[in-house]
């Protein structure tokens, strides 16, 4: 397990817990949070800024020695827009990895497949290290890492929805066939849920509200990074394969005969 | 009056208080530079240029900043 890293842009992971920071009560509960996750991949997301109070620079209180940012596109609701949030992003950290996300509809907050795509071959033209959230579309995910995608993030089930792995099916296809890290992002609510991501052979987990939203946002952070531990190991494990009829645990050679 | 919109608020100021620069804009605006990113008319300031961006009337300014997501 100790040499068993995630490699994303070209740098190496040591966990496999991505987490975002938003919904947090406060920045100093998200701060310890993400110290008891030991993510080394943190999100965050770009706001106009309110005049009338303008609040704390948010990102001192994110370890940026431990962690690679990877600011979003959240709020972007097509390729144009995710394109210019990006720009700004970069502009405004350095950094040229970026979430994308582009989600025309707030009710489900589902991303756009064919934005998705356009903005990621922009994007990767203009050099950016491009991780895009996606529906669990096989058929995309094939076109975005065609298209340079560093990563492709199927949905477990909608943002912030806690409803767990939905898309099952699916993104054991989009496991199957990826040659980039397979990133499971959205709806994870539980650790089961991350465990069970990871058991699949996904190389990552991406959790935000699950964290954010707890009664205890720090102790459920190091559940989540204890159970994407569990998972992956179980996967690396090989585990035995499922059955319909019992096979004896104990040998049922002659006994008291 | 001159006037500039920010983050899609117009702003009047009289003559003499116009702030030249965008670096003035944020000092008045009571903004840390550092924290701030801003696009004037569509294009990116790089911040090294917050002092030596001129500001005139009329202009549209957006400033943002990294805030909580996921």
């Keep these: ?257 | 009056m001159p006037k500039l919109q920010i983050n899609g608020d117009i702003r009047e100021f009289t003559p003499e208080e116009f702030p030249a620069l965008l670096s003035e804009l944020l000092k008045m605006l009571g903004l840390n530079e550092v924290a701030i990113i801003a696009e004037i008319d569509g294009k990116i300031v790089k911040k090294e240029s917050f002092a030596l961006t001129q500001l005139t009337d009329g202009m549209k300014i957006e400033l943002v900043k990294f805030v909580g997501g996921g």
């Design chain 1, 1 to 257: 397990m100790n040499n068993d890293k995630l490699v994303i842009g070209g740098r190496e992971f040591n966990s496999r817990l991505f987490v975002g920071t938003g919904k947090f009560s406060s920045s100093e509960t998200m701060s310890q949070a993400l110290k008891a996750s030991e993510s080394e991949m943190v999100t965050v997301a770009l706001r106009r800024v309110d005049i009338g109070d303008p609040g704390d620079d948010m990102l001192e209180k994110i370890d940026m020695k431990q962690c690679q940012l990877l600011p979003n596109t959240s709020g972007a609701r097509d390729a144009q827009e995710a394109i210019r949030v990006a720009m700004l992003s970069r502009e405004a950290s350095g950094i040229n990895w970026i979430k994308l996300e582009v989600t025309p509809d707030p009710y489900y907050l589902l991303p756009d497949p064919i934005e998705t795509l356009k903005a990621t071959v922009e994007l990767v033209k203009a050099g950016f290290i491009v991780l895009p959230y996606i529906n669990a579309d096989p058929i995309l995910a094939l076109h975005l890492q065609d298209a340079g995608a560093a990563t492709v993030m199927p949905l477990g089930s909608p943002i912030g929805s806690n409803r767990g792995i939905q898309t099952r099916a699916n993104i054991e296809i989009i496991i199957e066939q990826a040659r980039v890290p397979v990133v499971v992002d959205a709806g994870l609510g539980l650790p089961s849920h991350a465990a069970e991501a990871m058991e699949m052979g996904a190389d990552a987990v991406l959790v935000n509200t699950a964290l954010a939203v707890a009664q205890d946002p720090v102790l459920i952070a190091e559940a989540f990074k204890l159970a994407v531990l569990a998972g992956r190991a179980a996967f690396l494990a090989g585990p035995g394969s499922v059955k319909k009829h019992a096979e004896a645990s104990s040998p049922l050679t002659g006994f008291l005969d």
